[in-house]
């Protein structure tokens, strides 16, 4: 191309370049959508922003990606379009509308990441833990976690024989559970729009088949990753750890002091003394040997109820005994209340 023709083509494109930017923005008043609406808004945007490189390279080079690396670089360049970048496509294929979207989905991105930016303002927990390692690829500091959780500064029921290493480690495991688990309610997010430029067969099948299994699982990857921690869900996992913690621990403390309580009557249950079989309190806590051997004696009782009351003595609480042991709360609740009448009729 000779200087004259780049120099008019340069002129044209920075005609188009000021028509774009003369536009007024933001198209949307982002700040009034949804978590959910705004989400799929910007996957919009970056889906038509691939569909536009796409199309761009594909007329400019008059190739196809034949290979999942072409593929890669052409999701890597899209991302990265700069005012230089988009004259060279200019100069190279002189598509007015083409370039034109291009500088339009470029310009937009710049106000939907300053909303997204006020958005998770005050999601810190949600942007380095879940966003973070997603979209930079850059693992998640043990470190940082382990400062946020403050697992350390838990004192309520702590059993101090327990290893810190250990604390740390379940912390963080419970952490990551508690992250990977987030998810907004499941909604269906509609098909794909119609790309606003008119495409030739190739690009055709690129945006109605390639683009559209894109916007399928990428809204699935949204609404367990960001509509989320825009919603401000992950900001509890710090407290629920801390929770689970002392709940965890207060359970090791319950179940020593029952133990330690109750040596004696253990003892008795195991090698009792002629004297002492007559000796019979009516605490059903207490006597785990006779409550077992008075739940069993009800013939009308399912192995359920045995089980329950099993999990019962050895520290859960009725309403964990009860799950797992497959019955409603209430039926737990009687099957104590029969208990502790039977005992009372033996004083």
């Known amino acids: 191309m000779k200087q004259e023709e780049f120099e008019a083509k340069r002129e044209e494109f920075l005609v188009l370049l000021d028509q774009v930017a003369s536009i ?3 198209r949307y008043n982002y700040g009034t959508l949804s ?3 705004f989400a799929a808004i910007q996957f919009i ?3 038509m922003e691939v569909q536009g490189f796409f199309m761009a390279h594909s007329r400019v080079t008059g190739k196809l990606p034949a290979t999942k690396k072409d593929i890669e670089d ?3 360049k899209s991302m990265n379009l700069t005012r230089l970048s988009l004259a060279a496509i200019y100069v190279a294929c002189s598509d007015g509308p083409l370039v034109s979207l291009l500088a339009d989905l470029t310009i937009e991105e710049l106000f939907i990441g300053a909303e997204l930016e006020r958005r998770l303002a005050d999601k810190r927990f949600g942007t380095v833990v879940n966003l973070a390692p997603f979209f930079t690829g850059v693992p998640l500091s043990e470190i940082w976690l382990t ?3 403050k697992v350390d500064k838990v004192k309520a029921y702590r059993p101090w024989i327990q290893d810190e290493k250990d604390i740390k480690q379940d912390s ?7 992250a990977a688990s987030l998810e907004s309610p499941a909604y269906d997010p509609g098909p794909l729009p119609p790309f606003p430029l008119e495409l030739q067969p190739h690009e055709a099948s690129f945006w109605n088949v390639g683009l559209v299994k894109a916007w399928t699982r990428g809204h699935e990857t949204l609404r367990k990753g960001l509509i989320p921690v825009l919603q401000g ?3 509890s996992i710090p407290e629920q750890v801390r929770d689970d913690r002392r709940e965890e621990w207060r359970k090791i403390v319950w179940r020593k002091a029952l133990y330690d309580s109750h040596q004696d009557e253990i003892k008795i249950g195991v090698h009792p003394e002629p004297a002492e079989k007559t000796k019979a309190a009516p605490d059903v806590s207490a006597r785990m040997f006779e409550v077992l051997k008075e739940a069993q004696r009800h013939k009308r009782w399912g192995q359920k109820a045995i ?3 099993k999990y019962y003595l050895e520290g859960k609480t009725e309403e964990e005994a009860s799950q797992l042991a497959k019955i409603t709360p209430r039926t737990f609740q009687n099957y104590i209340a029969r208990l502790r009448k039977s005992f009372a009729s033996k004083k």
């Open 24 to 26: 007024p923005r933001p």
């Open 35 to 37: 978590n959910a609406t």
């Open 45 to 47: 945007r970056r889906l």
């Open 74 to 76: 052409i999701l890597v």
């Open 147 to 149: 400062k946020e959780l």
């Open 172 to 178: 963080l495991t419970r952490a990551l559970e508690l």
């Open 233 to 235: 869900d992950a900001e």
């Open 307 to 309: 089980t329950a009351l």
